[in-house]
């Protein structure tokens, strides 16, 4: 709140009007980007992508950001918000006959419900997931936390495999392992009918829509009696229960938020994919998601969103779409995309040493994860900064 | 009547007794000190009266309620509150931040609140911050000083955003752990006296840990001695400092060539 105030009267003082117009000029460009580019332009498929992954960094950042929470275990928000697309949007469950709003034709079996369905369903499954993971975490810090929330990851990765024994009675499974549930229903709403995947228009607005609300509340957030209480735990737990910060209640609603907004991200994932794998939900998803908001500067709305642009571009756009035939050019003989990591990793290091609080870092925000150097490094510049025209405090 | 009881409280740490079958009676309205050498367990002590350790055995019991077993925040809510030895700031927030995180008991705003805003929200935001500012300027930070953050002020301007982030609580029992540490003599007294303003303005009761003993003797009513976790002596300044468990705890045992320990 006042940190915002305080950061929004710097950058008016700063930017001053220009600032306004970038964010409306911005946000009017996201609107019509896609009548820019074809209806299934490699392009615009990247952007979607591109978005729901801002999406997923957003949530993220709740954990790891703001509450200081290094949770390596994301991959399973995916999962759960993609299943729910494939548990309530598709025949899967072939002896119930449920269709509210959605695609499928009337008397199709499984159950088939509506998109918000879907992702309120997913909302609710998450958030309890969210809880369930941060409980036996409540009395660990960073590193700790990191191996607990992995491990619960990797679980629910293998559960999603071995879903195929697990009977949940009529011989139906649980999940359908590394075959995949297909024939997924597409995303449906009254007036405007059913999604298509020749037109990828609506699914980016739709995204985009996402992106807005989850930004939205993400600022909210921030600037709230609980964002305060977020970053006092991560600062200093013991000074923050102490000045009354309920500390069970603060983490696991920050578990909670953070999941919900990777379950949403998933339910759209799930759709737009038209298949729900076991295999697509690897550690190194969780890993890619974290790389987002670190890039971005930890703890940082716009870098977040930032983050995970840049590296979502550079991964389904840049690296498949832009430069894989560049070796080839070179008369080399291989794709770039078989560098694909090497790339990424490459990225990172040049990141780290060059800029160690991320890209847009949160102003005045620690680093939790780049370590003590760059704090202090931050410090000396401030200190420095200020000993010149302010003199003694 | 006293606002704060300790009965019999025994504190273990393993094999460790910090705290050894203690009892302390804190009068309303009364500032009370806890002295004793390093190591006599005055800060495990605080930390029981906060809720940050619970006590092995014995009972403590603040205005009426046994909170020996309650949580910290739920012991802020009920009107303790405190400063740290080693100052313990919210760094990379603002002074004024702070001060609100200090507040955090007494708000209402729950998640769907701040993510809609009400007007009632929106109110209490303001109203907290305000008065997160009012308070410093009451401890004595300058108006420049109240949107640094707080690991750019100064070290007595640190003690001081701790005090008032310690009183946005609207505590009725404020615990100062050694408030006048690493502070020249000007400064303590200054101290002293802002204690004694603050127990007045805000109808505090104050117990303090000090190892000041111009200050310990100054400002209080009533004084608590503490060595390896025992109660040695306790009673008003002059009592204490006449105390002869008192003189040996401090300086040793006087031997015949009159040559004492340390101080």
Same mark, same amino acid.
């Given at each position: 709140?006042?940190?915002? /105030?305080?950061?929004?009267?710097?950058?008016?003082?700063?930017?001053?009007?220009?600032?306004?117009?970038?964010?409306?000029?911005?946000?009017?460009?996201?609107?019509?980007?896609? !009548?820019?580019?074809?209806?299934?332009?490699?392009?615009?498929?990247?952007?979607?992508?591109?978005?729901?992954?801002?999406?997923?960094?957003?949530?993220?950042?709740?954990?790891?950001? *703001?509450?200081?929470?290094?949770?390596?275990? @994301?991959?399973?928000?995916?999962?759960?918000?993609?299943?729910?697309?494939?548990?309530?949007?598709? +025949? &899967? *469950?072939?002896?119930?006959?449920?269709?509210?709003?959605?695609?499928?034709?009337?008397?199709?079996?499984?159950?088939?419900?509506?998109?918000?369905?879907? #992702?309120?369903?997913?909302?609710?499954?998450?958030?309890?997931?969210?809880?369930?993971?941060?409980?036996?975490?409540?009395?660990?810090?960073?590193?700790?936390?990191?191996?607990?929330? =992995?491990? &619960?990851?990797?679980?629910?990765?293998?559960?999603?495999?071995?879903?195929?024994?697990?009977?949940? +009675?009529?011989?139906?499974?649980?999940?359908?392992?590394?075959?995949?549930?297909?024939?997924?229903?597409?995303?449906?709403?009254?007036?405007?009918?059913?999604?298509?995947?020749?037109?990828?228009?609506?699914?980016?607005?739709?995204?985009?829509?996402?992106?807005?609300?989850?930004?939205?509340?993400?600022?909210?957030?921030?600037?709230?009696? $609980?964002?305060?209480?977020?970053?006092?735990?991560?600062?200093?737990?013991?000074? #923050?229960?102490?000045?009354?910060?309920?500390?069970?209640?603060?983490?696991? $609603?920050?578990?909670?938020?953070?999941?919900? &907004?990777?379950?949403?991200?998933?339910?759209?994932? +799930?759709? @737009?994919?038209?298949?729900?794998?076991?295999?697509?939900?690897? &550690?190194?998803?969780?890993?890619?998601?974290?790389?987002?908001?670190?890039?971005?500067? $930890?703890?940082?709305?716009?870098?977040?969103?930032?983050? #995970? !642009?840049?590296?979502? @571009?550079?991964? @389904?756009?840049?690296?498949?779409?832009?430069?894989?035939?560049?070796?080839?050019?070179?008369? !080399?003989?291989?794709?770039?995309?078989?560098?694909? *990591?090497?790339?990424?990793?490459?990225? =990172?290091?040049?990141?780290?040493?060059?800029?160690?609080?991320?890209?847009?870092?949160?102003?005045?925000?620690?680093?939790? !994860?780049?370590?003590?150097?760059?704090?202090?490094?931050?410090?000396?510049?401030?200190?420095?900064?200020?000993?010149?025209?302010?003199?003694?405090? | 009547?006293?606002?704060?009881?300790? /009965?019999?409280?025994?504190?273990?740490?393993?094999?460790?007794?910090?705290?050894?079958?203690?009892?302390? %009676?804190?009068?309303?309205?009364?500032?009370?000190?806890?002295?004793?050498?390093?190591?006599?367990?005055?800060?495990?002590? *605080?930390?029981?009266?906060?809720?940050?350790?619970?006590?092995?055995?014995?009972?403590?019991?603040?205005?009426?309620?046994?909170?020996?077993?309650?949580?910290?925040?739920?012991?802020?809510?009920?009107?303790?509150?405190?400063?740290?030895?080693?100052? /313990?700031?919210?760094?990379?927030?603002?002074?004024?931040?702070?001060?609100?995180?200090?507040?955090?008991?007494?708000?209402?705003?729950?998640?769907?609140?701040?993510?809609?805003?009400?007007?009632?929200?929106?109110?209490?935001?303001?109203?907290?911050?305000?008065?997160?500012?009012?308070?410093?300027?009451?401890?004595?930070?300058?108006?420049?000083?109240?949107?640094?953050?707080?690991?750019? $002020?100064?070290?007595?301007?640190?003690? /001081?955003?701790?005090?008032?982030?310690? =009183?946005?609580?609207?505590?009725?029992?404020?615990?100062?752990?050694?408030?006048?540490?690493?502070?020249?003599?000007?400064?303590?007294?200054?101290?002293?006296?802002?204690?004694?303003?603050?127990?007045?303005?805000?109808?505090?009761?104050?117990?303090?840990?000090?190892?000041?003993?111009?200050?310990?003797?100054?400002?209080?009513?009533?004084?608590?001695?503490?060595?390896?976790?025992?109660?040695?002596?306790?009673?008003?300044?002059?009592?204490?400092?006449?105390?002869?468990?008192?003189? %040996?705890?401090?300086?040793?045992?006087?031997?015949?060539?009159?040559?004492?320990?340390?101080?």
């Amino acid at each position: 709140m006042s940190e915002l /105030r305080a950061q929004l009267h710097e950058w008016q003082q700063k930017i001053s009007r220009y600032n306004r117009s970038i964010a409306g000029a911005a946000m009017v460009f996201a609107i019509i980007m896609p !009548l820019l580019v074809g209806q299934a332009a490699d392009f615009l498929n990247a952007t979607i992508v591109a978005l729901a992954y801002v999406v997923m960094a957003l949530g993220l950042n709740v954990v790891v950001g *703001f509450a200081g929470l290094l949770d390596l275990g @994301y991959v399973a928000f995916y999962a759960f918000g993609a299943y729910c697309v494939g548990w309530f949007g598709s +025949g &899967f *469950f072939f002896k119930a006959h449920v269709n509210i709003l959605s695609s499928a034709p009337s008397g199709a079996i499984g159950i088939h419900i509506n998109f918000v369905m879907v #992702a309120i369903c997913a909302v609710v499954i998450t958030s309890i997931a969210g809880v369930l993971i941060g409980l036996p975490t409540l009395r660990l810090r960073s590193d700790y936390i990191a191996i607990v929330t =992995l491990a &619960f990851g990797e679980i629910i990765g293998t559960v999603a495999v071995n879903g195929t024994s697990i009977g949940i +009675g009529g011989g139906q499974t649980l999940t359908a392992g590394n075959l995949g549930i297909s024939a997924l229903d597409l995303p449906h709403f009254p007036l405007i009918g059913s999604f298509s995947l020749l037109n990828l228009r609506p699914w980016y607005w739709l995204v985009l829509l996402i992106v807005f609300f989850v930004l939205f509340v993400n600022l909210r957030l921030r600037d709230s009696r $609980l964002g305060r209480a977020w970053v006092a735990l991560r600062e200093d737990e013991v000074a #923050a229960v102490s000045m009354g910060i309920p500390l069970v209640k603060t983490k696991l $609603l920050a578990y909670a938020i953070g999941a919900a &907004f990777g379950g949403i991200s998933g339910v759209f994932l +799930g759709f @737009y994919d038209t298949t729900v794998n076991a295999s697509q939900f690897q &550690f190194s998803f969780s890993i890619f998601v974290l790389a987002m908001i670190i890039v971005g500067g $930890l703890g940082s709305i716009w870098g977040a969103l930032m983050g #995970a !642009l840049l590296l979502s @571009y550079i991964n @389904y756009y840049l690296i498949p779409d832009v430069f894989n035939t560049l070796p080839q050019m070179f008369g !080399l003989n291989f794709d770039l995309t078989q560098l694909s *990591f090497g790339i990424f990793g490459f990225l =990172l290091v040049i990141v780290m040493i060059l800029r160690p609080q991320g890209l847009f870092p949160e102003r005045r925000r620690r680093m939790e !994860l780049t370590g003590e150097i760059a704090a202090e490094d931050a410090q000396l510049v401030e200190v420095g900064g200020q000993s010149a025209p302010g003199g003694s405090a | 009547m006293s606002i704060m009881s300790v /009965r019999d409280v025994v504190k273990e740490f393993g094999g460790l007794t910090a705290v050894n079958h203690v009892s302390l %009676e804190v009068p309303e309205h009364a500032i009370v000190s806890v002295i004793g050498p390093n190591g006599a367990g005055k800060t495990t002590l *605080f930390n029981m009266l906060t809720g940050l350790y619970k006590p092995t055995s014995g009972k403590i019991v603040f205005d009426g309620t046994d909170v020996s077993h309650a949580r910290p925040d739920l012991i802020t809510g009920m009107g303790v509150s405190r400063t740290f030895q080693n100052i /313990r700031l919210f760094s990379a927030m603002t002074a004024t931040e702070n001060v609100m995180i200090g507040r955090h008991a007494r708000m209402k705003a729950g998640l769907v609140g701040a993510i809609l805003r009400p007007p009632g929200v929106r109110h209490e935001e303001r109203d907290v911050e305000e008065r997160a500012r009012e308070l410093l300027r009451y401890v004595g930070l300058r108006n420049d000083a109240l949107d640094k953050l707080a690991s750019e $002020l100064s070290y007595g301007d640190q003690r /001081r955003v701790e005090i008032a982030r310690a =009183l946005a609580s609207d505590p009725k029992l404020l615990l100062l752990d050694e408030p006048t540490a690493g502070m020249n003599p000007q400064e303590s007294a200054a101290l002293t006296d802002f204690m004694r303003k603050l127990r007045d303005d805000l109808n505090l009761t104050i117990l303090l840990i000090e190892h000041d003993m111009k200050v310990v003797m100054g400002v209080s009513e009533q004084i608590t001695v503490l060595d390896h976790g025992e109660k040695i002596a306790e009673g008003d300044p002059a009592a204490v400092r006449s105390d002869q468990a008192v003189i %040996e705890a401090y300086l040793g045992k006087q031997d015949n060539d009159g040559n004492g320990g340390v101080a």
